[in-house]
Protein backbone atom coordinates (compact mmCIF):
# COMPACT_ATOMS: atom_id res chain seq x y z
CA UNK A 1 0.00 0.00 0.00
CA UNK A 2 2.89 2.28 0.29
CA UNK A 3 2.53 5.58 -1.46
CA UNK A 4 3.94 8.66 -2.15
CA UNK A 5 2.83 11.94 -1.72
CA UNK A 6 0.50 13.76 -4.01
CA UNK A 7 3.37 16.41 -5.15
CA UNK A 8 5.00 14.80 -8.86
CA UNK A 9 7.89 17.34 -7.78
CA UNK A 10 9.15 19.36 -4.86
CA UNK A 11 7.19 22.42 -5.88
CA UNK A 12 4.12 22.36 -3.24
CA UNK A 13 0.67 22.73 -4.35
CA UNK A 14 -0.90 26.17 -4.02
CA UNK A 15 -3.54 24.35 -1.99
CA UNK A 16 -3.51 21.90 -0.20
CA UNK A 17 -6.53 20.29 -1.08
CA UNK A 18 -6.73 18.43 -4.17
CA UNK A 19 -9.51 18.12 -6.15
CA UNK A 20 -9.58 15.18 -6.42
CA UNK A 21 -19.78 -0.06 -13.24
CA UNK A 22 -17.23 -2.20 -14.07
CA UNK A 23 -14.70 -2.24 -17.28
CA UNK A 24 -12.99 -5.44 -18.73
CA UNK A 25 -9.48 -5.42 -19.15
CA UNK A 26 -8.35 -4.74 -22.22
CA UNK A 27 -6.40 -6.96 -24.28
CA UNK A 28 -2.90 -5.89 -25.78
CA UNK A 29 -2.66 -2.72 -27.63
CA UNK A 30 -0.59 0.13 -28.25
CA UNK A 31 -1.83 3.85 -26.70
CA UNK A 32 -1.29 6.16 -28.99
CA UNK A 33 1.54 4.27 -30.63
CA UNK A 34 2.89 3.87 -27.49
CA UNK A 35 3.31 0.87 -24.73
CA UNK A 36 1.35 -1.65 -24.73
CA UNK A 37 -1.81 -1.85 -22.45
CA UNK A 38 -1.60 -4.82 -20.08
CA UNK A 39 -4.52 -7.70 -19.83
CA UNK A 40 -3.15 -8.80 -16.42
CA UNK A 41 -5.12 -6.31 -15.16
CA UNK A 42 -8.34 -4.95 -14.55
CA UNK A 43 -10.15 -1.68 -14.09
CA UNK A 44 -13.07 -1.04 -11.76
CA UNK A 45 -14.82 2.93 -11.68
CA UNK A 46 -15.44 3.46 -8.40
CA UNK A 47 -19.02 4.66 -9.00
CA UNK A 48 -17.94 8.44 -7.82
CA UNK A 49 -16.18 11.88 -8.66
CA UNK A 50 -13.04 11.41 -7.17
CA UNK A 51 -9.91 10.13 -6.84
CA UNK A 52 -8.35 7.07 -5.25
CA UNK A 53 -5.49 7.50 -3.43
CA UNK A 54 -3.94 4.90 -1.36
CA UNK A 55 -4.95 1.24 -0.85
CA UNK A 56 -4.24 -1.00 2.22
CA UNK A 57 -3.40 -4.81 2.07
CA UNK A 58 -7.14 -5.48 3.16
CA UNK A 59 -8.39 -3.50 0.35
CA UNK A 60 -10.00 -0.30 1.93
CA UNK A 61 -8.95 2.64 -0.07
CA UNK A 62 -8.50 6.10 0.75
CA UNK A 63 -9.77 8.83 -1.34
CA UNK A 64 -11.71 11.71 -2.13
CA UNK A 65 -15.75 11.77 -3.66
CA UNK A 66 -18.14 14.66 -4.93
CA UNK A 67 -21.16 14.91 -3.25
CA UNK A 68 -24.26 15.73 -4.58
CA UNK A 69 -24.06 19.21 -3.50
CA UNK A 70 -20.57 19.39 -5.28
CA UNK A 71 -18.43 19.18 -1.98
CA UNK A 72 -15.25 17.00 -1.86
CA UNK A 73 -15.16 14.55 0.95
CA UNK A 74 -12.92 12.05 2.17
CA UNK A 75 -13.76 8.87 1.43
CA UNK A 76 -13.12 5.50 2.22
CA UNK A 77 -14.30 2.43 0.27
CA UNK A 78 -14.45 -0.85 2.59
CA UNK A 79 -16.11 -3.41 -0.02
CA UNK A 80 -19.06 -2.68 -0.93
CA UNK A 81 -19.79 0.16 2.12
CA UNK A 82 -18.41 3.60 1.59
CA UNK A 83 -17.81 5.92 4.47
CA UNK A 84 -17.62 9.46 4.67
CA UNK A 85 -15.34 10.82 7.26
CA UNK A 86 -16.56 13.80 7.61
CA UNK A 87 -14.58 17.59 7.68
CA UNK A 88 -12.99 19.84 10.24
CA UNK A 89 -16.06 21.99 9.87
CA UNK A 90 -15.48 23.03 6.45
CA UNK A 91 -16.97 21.90 3.33
CA UNK A 92 -13.83 19.86 1.83
CA UNK A 93 -11.49 17.01 2.47
CA UNK A 94 -10.55 14.34 1.21
CA UNK A 95 -8.44 10.70 3.03
CA UNK A 96 -4.86 11.09 1.49
CA UNK A 97 -3.46 7.34 3.24
CA UNK A 98 -4.98 4.31 5.51
CA UNK A 99 -3.14 1.75 7.17
CA UNK A 100 -4.38 -1.75 8.04
CA UNK A 101 -4.73 -0.40 11.74
CA UNK A 102 -7.30 1.91 11.07
CA UNK A 103 -5.99 5.01 10.83
CA UNK A 104 -6.52 7.42 8.13
CA UNK A 105 -5.10 10.51 7.22
CA UNK A 106 -6.25 13.43 5.40
CA UNK A 107 -6.80 17.22 5.07
CA UNK A 108 -9.76 19.31 5.24
CA UNK A 109 -10.86 22.80 5.51
CA UNK A 110 -12.40 24.12 9.05
CA UNK A 111 -15.56 26.10 9.32
CA UNK A 112 -12.82 29.34 8.66
CA UNK A 113 -12.16 27.78 5.45
CA UNK A 114 -8.42 26.74 6.76
CA UNK A 115 -6.50 23.69 5.65
CA UNK A 116 -5.77 21.81 8.37
CA UNK A 117 -4.23 17.99 8.13
CA UNK A 118 -6.07 15.38 9.95
CA UNK A 119 -5.71 12.11 11.50
CA UNK A 120 -9.03 9.47 11.81
CA UNK A 121 -9.99 6.29 13.42
CA UNK A 122 -13.09 4.49 14.76
CA UNK A 123 -15.19 7.68 13.33
CA UNK A 124 -13.50 10.29 15.22
CA UNK A 125 -11.82 12.68 12.86
CA UNK A 126 -9.13 14.64 15.29
CA UNK A 127 -6.77 17.91 14.18
CA UNK A 128 -3.49 17.83 13.64
CA UNK A 129 -3.32 21.62 13.91
CA UNK A 130 -0.04 24.05 13.03
CA UNK A 131 3.24 23.70 14.37
CA UNK A 132 3.68 27.16 14.42
CA UNK A 133 1.06 29.12 12.84
CA UNK A 134 0.99 27.62 9.35
CA UNK A 135 -1.06 23.84 8.87
CA UNK A 136 0.94 20.87 8.32
CA UNK A 137 0.72 18.37 5.65
CA UNK A 138 0.45 14.92 5.92
CA UNK A 139 1.15 12.36 3.23
CA UNK A 140 1.07 8.55 5.01
CA UNK A 141 0.55 6.39 7.77
CA UNK A 142 1.86 2.74 8.32
CA UNK A 143 1.36 0.97 11.92
CA UNK A 144 0.14 4.49 13.43
CA UNK A 145 3.16 6.65 12.41
CA UNK A 146 2.03 9.70 10.76
CA UNK A 147 4.59 11.43 7.90
CA UNK A 148 4.36 14.78 5.96
CA UNK A 149 5.89 18.28 6.40
CA UNK A 150 5.02 21.44 7.80
CA UNK A 151 5.78 24.89 6.31
CA UNK A 152 7.98 28.04 8.25
CA UNK A 153 9.42 30.77 7.31
CA UNK A 154 13.09 32.44 7.20
CA UNK A 155 13.92 35.37 8.40
CA UNK A 156 13.84 36.71 4.93
CA UNK A 157 10.53 35.91 4.97
CA UNK A 158 10.80 32.79 2.37
CA UNK A 159 9.26 29.54 2.92
CA UNK A 160 10.33 26.52 3.51
CA UNK A 161 9.17 22.88 4.79
CA UNK A 162 10.30 20.67 7.26
CA UNK A 163 9.83 17.01 7.69
CA UNK A 164 8.37 15.18 10.86
CA UNK A 165 6.99 12.26 11.78
CA UNK A 166 3.97 11.63 14.27
CA UNK A 167 4.32 8.57 16.81
CA UNK A 168 2.12 7.92 19.84
CA UNK A 169 1.24 11.82 19.10
CA UNK A 170 4.82 13.29 19.66
CA UNK A 171 6.24 14.58 16.68
CA UNK A 172 9.71 14.30 15.44
CA UNK A 173 11.16 16.90 12.98
CA UNK A 174 13.74 15.00 10.37
CA UNK A 175 17.15 16.41 10.10
CA UNK A 176 17.87 17.89 6.95
CA UNK A 177 19.94 20.78 5.68
CA UNK A 178 17.34 23.07 4.63
CA UNK A 179 13.94 22.53 3.22
CA UNK A 180 12.50 18.57 4.00
CA UNK A 181 9.74 16.20 2.31
CA UNK A 182 8.26 13.04 4.37
CA UNK A 183 6.48 11.42 1.35
CA UNK A 184 5.87 7.66 2.52
CA UNK A 185 6.44 5.52 5.41
CA UNK A 186 6.51 1.58 6.38
CA UNK A 187 5.63 -0.73 9.27
CA UNK A 188 9.17 -0.94 10.58
CA UNK A 189 8.96 3.18 10.72
CA UNK A 190 11.14 3.80 7.79
CA UNK A 191 10.75 6.77 5.91
CA UNK A 192 11.17 7.68 2.22
CA UNK A 193 12.07 11.95 1.65
CA UNK A 194 13.81 14.36 -0.20
CA UNK A 195 15.91 17.40 1.13
CA UNK A 196 17.68 20.21 -0.57
CA UNK A 197 21.41 20.50 -0.36
CA UNK A 198 21.98 23.60 -1.06
CA UNK A 199 20.49 27.20 -0.98
CA UNK A 200 18.32 29.30 -2.41
CA UNK A 201 17.34 26.79 -5.28
CA UNK A 202 17.45 27.62 -8.61
CA UNK A 203 16.79 26.39 -12.09
CA UNK A 204 17.25 23.19 -13.50
CA UNK A 205 20.81 23.30 -13.73
CA UNK A 206 20.99 23.67 -10.48
CA UNK A 207 18.62 21.71 -8.41
CA UNK A 208 20.36 19.51 -5.84
CA UNK A 209 17.18 18.07 -3.76
CA UNK A 210 17.90 14.33 -3.06
CA UNK A 211 16.15 11.51 -2.37
CA UNK A 212 17.05 10.11 1.47
CA UNK A 213 15.72 7.42 3.67
CA UNK A 214 15.40 8.22 7.08
CA UNK A 215 15.69 5.40 9.85
CA UNK A 216 16.51 5.35 13.45
CA UNK A 217 17.59 9.44 13.42
CA UNK A 218 19.81 8.91 10.36
CA UNK A 219 19.37 9.81 7.08
CA UNK A 220 20.91 8.05 4.28
CA UNK A 221 20.91 10.00 0.47
CA UNK A 222 20.27 7.82 -2.17
CA UNK A 223 22.13 9.47 -4.94
CA UNK A 224 21.21 10.28 -8.48
CA UNK A 225 21.41 8.81 -11.98
CA UNK A 226 24.01 10.84 -13.27
CA UNK A 227 22.41 13.79 -12.73
CA UNK A 228 21.65 16.73 -9.80
CA UNK A 229 18.89 16.28 -8.01
CA UNK A 230 16.52 12.98 -6.76
CA UNK A 231 12.98 12.82 -5.02
CA UNK A 232 11.66 9.98 -3.55
CA UNK A 233 7.82 8.76 -3.78
CA UNK A 234 7.29 4.89 -1.96
CA UNK A 235 8.80 2.87 0.16
CA UNK A 236 7.76 -1.14 0.57
CA UNK A 237 8.42 -3.16 3.78
CA UNK A 238 11.96 -4.44 3.04
CA UNK A 239 13.26 -0.51 2.39
CA UNK A 240 12.58 -0.16 -1.35
CA UNK A 241 12.03 3.41 -2.84
CA UNK A 242 10.84 4.34 -5.65
CA UNK A 243 10.93 7.79 -7.52
CA UNK A 244 12.42 9.86 -10.02
CA UNK A 245 15.94 11.13 -10.23
CA UNK A 246 17.59 13.82 -13.32
CA UNK A 247 19.70 11.76 -16.01
CA UNK A 248 21.81 14.28 -16.78
CA UNK A 249 24.10 18.21 -15.57
CA UNK A 250 20.67 20.38 -16.93
CA UNK A 251 18.75 18.57 -14.45
CA UNK A 252 15.92 18.18 -17.10
CA UNK A 253 15.49 14.54 -18.70
CA UNK A 254 14.69 12.54 -15.62
CA UNK A 255 14.02 8.95 -14.84
CA UNK A 256 12.14 6.49 -12.70
CA UNK A 257 14.07 4.47 -10.28
CA UNK A 258 14.29 2.13 -7.44
CA UNK A 259 16.62 2.01 -4.31
CA UNK A 260 17.56 -0.91 -2.36
CA UNK A 261 20.39 -0.85 0.42
CA UNK A 262 22.21 -3.53 -1.48
CA UNK A 263 22.10 -3.05 -5.00
CA UNK A 264 21.75 0.90 -4.31
CA UNK A 265 19.77 3.45 -6.84
CA UNK A 266 18.62 2.08 -9.99
CA UNK A 267 16.83 3.26 -13.11
CA UNK A 268 13.30 1.53 -14.18
CA UNK A 269 13.09 0.25 -18.14
CA UNK A 270 11.21 3.30 -19.30
CA UNK A 271 11.09 2.60 -23.59
CA UNK A 272 12.41 5.94 -24.03
CA UNK A 273 9.49 7.66 -22.32
CA UNK A 274 8.93 9.44 -19.01
CA UNK A 275 8.50 7.19 -16.08
CA UNK A 276 6.91 8.27 -12.79
CA UNK A 277 6.68 5.58 -10.24
CA UNK A 278 4.86 5.98 -7.21
CA UNK A 279 4.42 3.42 -5.41
CA UNK A 280 6.11 -0.26 -4.78
CA UNK A 281 4.63 -3.11 -2.56
CA UNK A 282 6.67 -5.67 -1.51
CA UNK A 283 7.49 -7.78 -3.90
CA UNK A 284 8.61 -4.95 -5.76
CA UNK A 285 5.52 -4.55 -8.16
CA UNK A 286 5.92 -1.23 -8.85
CA UNK A 287 2.95 1.66 -9.98
CA UNK A 288 2.68 4.82 -11.45
CA UNK A 289 2.59 6.91 -14.69
CA UNK A 290 4.28 6.67 -17.85
CA UNK A 291 4.36 9.40 -20.72
CA UNK A 292 5.31 8.77 -23.92
CA UNK A 293 7.70 10.76 -25.98
CA UNK A 294 5.27 12.10 -29.14
CA UNK A 295 4.23 15.28 -29.09
CA UNK A 296 1.01 16.10 -26.96
CA UNK A 297 0.23 12.37 -25.82
CA UNK A 298 -1.15 12.17 -22.01
CA UNK A 299 0.36 10.57 -18.86
CA UNK A 300 -0.96 6.98 -18.08
CA UNK A 301 -1.21 4.97 -15.35
CA UNK A 302 1.27 2.15 -15.52
CA UNK A 303 2.63 -0.90 -13.38
CA UNK A 304 6.33 -2.07 -13.69
CA UNK A 305 6.18 -6.06 -12.54
CA UNK A 306 9.36 -6.18 -11.13
CA UNK A 307 12.41 -3.52 -11.29
CA UNK A 308 13.20 -4.91 -14.64
CA UNK A 309 10.32 -5.49 -16.09
CA UNK A 310 9.28 -3.18 -19.28
CA UNK A 311 6.44 -0.64 -18.08
CA UNK A 312 3.19 -1.57 -19.17
CA UNK A 313 0.13 0.74 -19.01
CA UNK A 314 -2.74 0.03 -17.65
CA UNK A 315 -6.39 -0.65 -19.25
CA UNK A 316 -8.33 2.81 -19.64
CA UNK A 317 -11.92 3.06 -18.00
CA UNK A 318 -15.12 3.98 -20.02
CA UNK A 319 -14.84 7.58 -18.60
CA UNK A 320 -11.39 9.34 -19.45
CA UNK A 321 -7.95 8.45 -20.96
CA UNK A 322 -5.86 10.32 -19.09
CA UNK A 323 -5.27 8.36 -15.98
CA UNK A 324 -2.79 8.50 -12.96
CA UNK A 325 -1.86 5.27 -10.72
CA UNK A 326 -1.06 6.31 -6.92
CA UNK A 327 -0.36 2.83 -5.04
CA UNK A 328 -0.58 -0.54 -4.64
CA UNK A 329 -0.92 -2.95 -2.51
CA UNK A 330 0.37 -6.58 -1.32
CA UNK A 331 -2.53 -8.24 -3.87
CA UNK A 332 -1.21 -6.12 -6.84
CA UNK A 333 -4.11 -3.88 -6.09
CA UNK A 334 -3.56 -0.50 -8.00
CA UNK A 335 -5.63 3.10 -6.77
CA UNK A 336 -6.02 5.98 -8.84
CA UNK A 337 -7.92 8.44 -11.20
CA UNK A 338 -8.97 9.26 -14.67
CA UNK A 339 -9.89 12.46 -16.51
CA UNK A 340 -13.24 12.39 -18.10
CA UNK A 341 -13.27 14.75 -21.51
CA UNK A 342 -15.33 17.60 -19.59
CA UNK A 343 -12.25 17.55 -16.98
CA UNK A 344 -13.43 15.89 -14.15
CA UNK A 345 -12.12 12.78 -12.25
CA UNK A 346 -12.98 9.33 -11.90
CA UNK A 347 -11.77 7.46 -9.14
CA UNK A 348 -10.68 3.53 -9.84
CA UNK A 349 -9.17 1.03 -8.78
CA UNK A 350 -7.09 -1.74 -10.94
CA UNK A 351 -7.20 -5.26 -9.76
CA UNK A 352 -4.77 -8.70 -11.01
CA UNK A 353 -7.11 -10.07 -14.02
CA UNK A 354 -8.74 -13.62 -12.48
CA UNK A 355 -6.17 -16.21 -13.75
CA UNK A 356 -3.08 -13.61 -14.20
CA UNK A 357 0.40 -14.49 -12.47
Known amino acids: MFMGSTRTNLTILASILLMAGQAAGAGPAAADGCLATTDQWEVTDLGVTGSALDI ?16 QRATVWDGAQVIDLGSLGGGRAYAGALDEDGNVVGSSYTATEKGHAFHWRAGTMTDLGTFGRIPTLVHDVSAGVIVGEYRYLLPNGTARYQAFRIRDGVRTDLAAVSGSYAAAVNPAGQIAGTQRRLEPPGPASQRTHR ?12 GTLGGQWSQAEGINGDGHIVGQAALGADGVLAGGYIW ?4 GMRRLPDAGGLAAPKAVNDDDVIAGTYTCTGAGTAAHAAVWTGPGAAPALLPDPATGTATMANAVNAQGEITGWAEAPNGSRRALVWRPAPGSS
Open 211 to 222: AFLWEDGAITEL
Open 260 to 263: SAEE
Open 56 to 71: NDLGQIAGSSVSATGE
